[in-house]
Every structure is written in C-alpha cells, then in structure tokens.
C-alpha cells in the first residue's frame, strides 16, 4: 500500500553535485521520519542522513557539511541535496521512510535503491 519513488541518481564528477528525492505514496497516517541510506558493494548499508517528522536532522560523519537532508510542506517528500562529491561516496542510496498506519505502531519502508556514481 505504501510506495516510495526515487529519483536524482546518476554519474558525477568528483566535486560535483546531485540532488535526490523520494516520494512516498498510499494509505498512512502521518510521517515519523524519512531519510537515505547507502551500500557500496562489500559494505554494509549505512544511514546517510535522517530527518524527523519535527524536523531534528541526523548525518553521518563522513558526509557533514557536505549533505542537506530536506522535506518538503507536506511531509511525503525527502530530498538529500549533495555537494562536493567524492568516488568514496559512490553506492546505491536508499530511501527510507518510518510512517504510522492504522496499527499503533510505525514501520519501516524502503525504496527500491537509485545508484550514485561518482568518477573521474
């Protein structure tokens, strides 16, 4: 019932920009929080960046400063701004997002992953 689109993903030069967003869509409640993860191939899928429904931010060491988490007004899209990238940032980033439903309880939902290709 729930979905989550990713879109922004693609080839970038080392220093360059991407902007990634995330539309979720169905039947729920309200947001808790959303935000994007990432896996590069061997790893372990890390969180990136998180951002909750009153707005209180969460990023990874490695992309501080570099990384803007953002939702829009109506609190079903999450976009992850990225400046100065580098190859170590290359993976696959995944949407993520923590929603309430008809339970008394949130759950976790996952896009399908949009690759992040950064090369020289």
């Known amino acids: 019932q729930v979905q989550l689109v990713e879109s922004g993903g693609g080839l970038v030069q080392p220093g360059g920009s991407l902007r990634l967003s995330c539309a979720a869509s169905?039947?729920?409640?309200?947001?808790?929080?959303m935000g994007w993860y990432r896996q590069a191939p061997g790893k372990r899928r890390e969180l990136v960046a998180r951002i909750t429904s009153g707005g209180s931010t969460n990023y990874a060491d490695s992309v501080k400063g570099r990384f803007t988490i953002s939702r829009d007004n109506a609190e079903n899209t999450v976009y992850l701004q990225m400046n100065s990238l580098k190859p170590e940032d290359t993976a696959v980033y995944y949407c993520?997002?923590?929603?309430?439903?008809?339970?008394?309880?949130?759950?976790?939902?996952w896009g399908k992953g949009t690759l992040v290709t950064v090369s020289s």
């Open positions: 169905g039947r729920f409640s309200s947001v808790n929080a």
């Open positions: 993520n997002a923590n929603l309430w439903g008809p339970a008394a309880y949130s759950m976790d939902y």
